[in-house]
């Protein structure tokens, strides 16, 4: 992974969390070959770690396919709440929690 191609590592994304995809924003431009283009994805594997699914991926370089960032996204079920988190140096560091009933207990207000 290179900290010479973004311009902050592992940005606070706060619930952004990314499945595909890349932050063009934080890409400053390859190291290698000092371009700023597109961003190719590259190695994405998809697989199960015990009842958590995790896809992994690389961000290269179009030009001169320099390894950019390893970025990591997790989803997972707990109690009543989907979870998700992602890790990569060119995205950042995210994570959510969403209800998976109708009405999320958190948002609910008390009635007195």
């Known amino acids: 992974m290179c900290g010479g191609c973004v311009g902050t590592e592992y940005p606070e994304r706060g619930t952004t969390c990314l499945e595909g995809g890349s932050f063009l ?8 070959c000092g371009r700023r283009d597109f961003v190719l994805l590259g190695n994405r594997a998809a697989g199960l770690h015990g009842d958590d699914e995790i896809i992994t991926y690389d961000h290269l370089c179009k030009n001169c396919h320099h390894l950019i960032a390893r970025h990591e996204y997790t989803f997972s079920v707990v109690d009543d709440y989907q979870e998700y988190t992602m890790l990569c140096l060119l995205c950042g ?4 929690s969403v209800s998976i009933l109708p009405d999320d207990p958190r948002q609910m207000t008390p009635l007195f």
């Open 93 to 96: 560091r995210a994570e959510d």
């Open 25 to 32: 924003l934080n890409f400053v431009g390859c190291a290698r």
